[in-house]
């Protein structure tokens, strides 16, 4: 089934967006990320693993946004296993929506180590 998750998000470190629920993975289709601080302001964006919590992934680190500037990640597919999260840093306020598809988990999903 397919879901979008919103948040507003004032400046913090590691604000989970959302995270995977057991037994379900999520291919995540699109991260929309709005500044609407009044300021020039910077995010980083990452995939965190619930296997190892130091296991992070940034897909979008350091970005620089204008006072009303958008960012968008849609040119492939993030599947995102359960307990995984995705996470965002941001100096100034931001919105971030993100599309995934939610599905069950098959079994034995493990690939590579994880």
Known sequence: MMHSVGRSLATGTDQVIFTVPNGYVAH???VFITNDS???GTYTIAWKHAHD???IIRFGYGKSLGNG???QFSNGTLVMKSGDSMIV???VSMDFIVTF???QAPPLY????E
């Open 28 to 30: 995540v289709s699109l």
């Open 38 to 40: 009044g300021s020039t």
């Open 53 to 55: 919590a130091s296991h």
């Open 69 to 71: 500037g958008s960012d």
């Open 89 to 91: 840093t941001n100096s």
């Open 101 to 103: 598809d939610l599905l």
């Open 110 to 113: 493990a690939f590579a180590g």
